[in-house]
């Protein structure tokens, strides 16, 4: 009991060391770079990639921005815009020393690796906290702006269940299954000020920037919706991922090809709490912001798919379902994903929770035609190790990633 306090004091005292380090580094940057404007080219330079078939009239979009939100499939779509980047020699605006722009910190450019006023990316696809005008001044003035929403029932139960050990305020909640504990009555546990409060309350409405602790009535709601609504071409929903990724091929004129993917950071079935729907009620209305916003963009969602056709959709969906299932065939071992103990490349390890080895990967066929060897194993990277083979050097990460390893793990177990 005393070892366990001990543990969780010590573990809130290095989040909290590395959060005052984070805003320390940031700030200092801010400082040392008056940031002025970085023009950028609206065209990218290399327009020799055209392999379209004849009949498709519209050119591939390259400069991409993608919001990527917590919880919402996002690693899995994240995979495929690396894919496509690569592919065509785009320029990555990447973080510097992690995987992601210094969140929860707002978005600034100063932050992105090797950043130099006046240099111009084609794609940002890492989590940050939405900030539109530094986004912007990254990225050519066409890019296009998109990210994925999920049901904020599903999102909370996810997410509780991720981040709980960060957020010091979940600690104190009794029983066998704190998240339901949590819901019946969310006001007695619920600290705004506590340290990483948001990932318990409206964390899509966090992840854009916008104020997370507003009741859904809240005028304010529904102005940054219009926000939203008027930044973002194309708002995705993850609870139907294929849908989504075909409205994005229509959007910005990509190939079938460009989609195929492995869901990735996925969670074995049996670490997932199951919801009644009472509890699926409780969880919308405590993140009742979130619950308008996703509202509105399924709505949105939908009219766009009636527009693209529904039976043209449910074609196109099932060829890609057909697609995955053959690169499935071709790439992995076993079938399916397996857990982490199972996985022997060190380098097709996914990230891990804090105190639980739950999300699962996947082992590359070790006889894999020279053709796919490459795909199938970009495919599979997991972030962290993909951002590596990027550049980017994580070595904030790696020492978190082993200090929850070994230090925290052996705490809570
Ligand atoms: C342009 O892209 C094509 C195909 O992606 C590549 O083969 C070619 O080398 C590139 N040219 C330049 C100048 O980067
Ligand atoms: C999303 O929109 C569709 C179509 O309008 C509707 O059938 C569905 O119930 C909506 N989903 C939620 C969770 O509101
Ligand atoms: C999920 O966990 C259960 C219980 O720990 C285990 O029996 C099962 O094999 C796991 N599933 C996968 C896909 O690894």
């Not at 590395?18 to 801010?30: A, D, E, I, R, V």
């Not at 071709?330 to 397996?338: H, K, L, N, P, R």
């Not at 053709?371 to 495919?379: D, G």
């Not at 962290?384 to 809570?412: A, E």
Request: net charge neutral; proline share 4%; glycine share 4%.
């Amino acid at each position: 009991m005393g070892n366990r306090l001990i543990q969780k004091l010590f573990l809130g005292m290095f989040v909290i060391c590395m959060m005052g380090f984070y805003c320390l580094k940031t700030s200092t940057l801010l400082a040392t770079h008056s940031v002025s404007l970085a023009p950028c080219a609206s065209k990218v330079r290399n327009n020799s990639q055209r392999t379209l078939k004849a009949d498709v009239t519209c050119s591939p979009k390259v400069n991409l921005m993608f919001m990527k939100t917590h919880k919402t499939a996002s690693s899995t779509l994240m995979n495929v815009l690396l894919r496509f980047g690569e592919k065509h020699q785009l320029r990555f605006a990447l973080p510097d020393g992690r995987n992601d722009f210094f969140y929860p910190s707002s978005f600034f450019r100063t932050q992105v690796k090797s950043y130099q006023p006046g240099l111009c990316y084609n794609i940002v696809c890492n989590h940050m906290r939405f900030n539109a005008p530094e986004v912007e001044k990254l990225l050519p003035e066409d890019a296009f702006f998109f990210t994925i929403l999920r049901d904020p029932a599903e999102l909370f139960e996810s997410s509780f269940h991720y981040y709980k050990a960060y957020v010091p305020q979940t600690w104190r909640i009794p029983g066998g299954n704190q998240f339901e504990e949590f819901l019946v009555d969310p006001n007695r546990y619920y600290n705004p000020q506590g340290i990483n409060a948001f990932y318990l309350k409206n964390l899509q409405f966090f992840d854009f920037g916008f104020e997370n602790n507003l009741e859904a009535d809240d005028v304010r709601v529904q102005e940054s919706i219009e926000y939203m609504e008027k930044r973002f071409q194309l708002v995705l929903i993850s609870d139907h991922f294929e849908e989504s990724l075909i409205l994005l091929k229509d959007a910005l004129c990509w190939q079938m090809d460009d989609l195929l993917f492995f869901k990735l950071n996925v969670r074995n079935a049996t670490s997932v709490s199951p919801m009644s729907p009472e509890l699926r009620t409780r969880a919308r209305e405590w993140n009742g912001a979130d619950w308008r916003l996703y509202q509105h963009f399924n709505t949105t969602f939908w009219a766009l798919v009636e527009a693209y056709g529904r039976s043209r959709m449910e074609e196109e969906v099932k060829e890609l379902r057909r697609r995955n299932a053959e690169m499935e065939a071709i790439c992995i071992d076993g079938g399916g994903a397996v857990e982490a103990a199972e996985i022997t490349d060190r380098h097709m390890k996914p990230w891990q929770p804090i105190g639980k080895a739950s999300i699962l990967g996947y082992n590359l066929k070790s006889d894999i035609k020279r053709q796919y060897e490459e795909l199938c194993r970009k495919m599979l990277t997991p972030e962290i190790q993909y951002l590596t083979d990027l550049g980017v050097n994580l070595w904030v990460t790696r020492l978190w990633g082993w200090f929850k390893d070994s230090v925290v793990q052996f705490g809570l177990s």
